[in-house]
């Protein structure tokens, strides 16, 4: 197992596969009626399934979207709602991922909220770079689409040695980002991109960080993919079906910010 959630490991769910036999004999007419009756689905097994997951993760995207194409109109005019929402959506992120089980609401919020910061910042960097916003949709859905058919097909998998990796590139990109945007918020440096826009060997940082970045935010999705598929091997409960609609938003979005930022930097 490449990661552990708290909630689960203290679910008997989340131990190993099977269920405990019936010892009750079922008459020819019981067993009849049994084979009759419609296949139970997660409502009524309160059990994490595939169906009911996507239900949830697709709702949230709903959302999203949703607020994104209300900021796209309105920040022109209201400038701090990409602010806003990417205050709200760092807040709601870290409350939903400390959570030891999930808050539908919290997550739909944070949907909205991370929806007025896609759009916002969409709309300014488009302003900026004609054409930049659908080259970034463009390669967002080329990455969840081929790392989600690579999974799906057992090509790749989630690894203790590679999730340890993981985190230590996490944690350096997550310094180096509080100190270029530091070294930014306070003025040091001029470029919008502050150290992204230094160069490495005539190529610019920010393009080898976002390479990297990307690569990073894939095998995140992989976590992601896994998350869910323990889940509902392990009969979950169906809340927890929320938890993966939530990893894989914060994911996309998380790439989708990165495959922008590299389509700028590229054209400058």
């Known amino acids: 197992m490449a990661t552990s959630n708290p909630a689960f490991s203290r679910n008997a769910a989340f131990g190993a596969p099977g269920a405990l036999a019936s010892t009750k004999v079922l008459s020819p007419t019981e067993l009849q009626d049994l084979y009759n009756a419609p296949a139970a689905g997660a409502q009524d097994t309160d059990r994490m399934s595939y ?6 993760t697709t709702l949230s995207f709903a959302l999203l979207l949703v607020a994104a194409a209300a900021s796209w109109f309105l920040t022109p005019s209201m400038m701090f ?67 989600l058919a690579l999974f799906a097909n057992g090509k790749i998998r989630a690894s203790k040695k590679a999730t340890k990796v993981f985190m230590i590139a996490m944690v350096g990109y997550l310094v180096f980002s509080l100190v270029n945007f530091g070294l930014v918020a306070f003025g040091a440096l001029d470029s919008p991109f502050g150290l992204r826009s230094a160069e490495f060997m ?63 930097i590229a054209r400058d």
């Open 51 to 56: 169906e009911d997951t996507i239900a949830k």
């Open 202 to 264: 005539g190529i610019p940082l920010g393009l080898i960080i976002g390479v990297l970045a990307v690569i990073m935010a894939a095998y995140s999705l992989v976590l992601d993919f896994d998350f869910i598929q323990r889940g509902v091997n392990n009969r979950a409960p169906r809340k927890f079906g929320w938890s993966g609609a939530f990893g894989i938003m914060v994911t996309v979005v998380w790439l989708y910010v990165e495959l922008l930022r590299i389509f700028a």
């Open 81 to 147: 709602l990409p602010i806003l929402g990417a205050i709200v959506g760092l807040v709601l992120g870290l409350v939903n991922t400390f959570k030891k089980e999930p808050s539908p609401g919290l997550i739909l919020a944070y949907a909205v909220a991370e929806g007025l910061f896609v759009g916002g910042i969409s709309v300014i960097f488009e302003q900026l770079y004609p054409g930049v916003v659908v080259q970034a949709v463009l390669a967002t859905l080329v990455v969840v689409g081929v790392t």
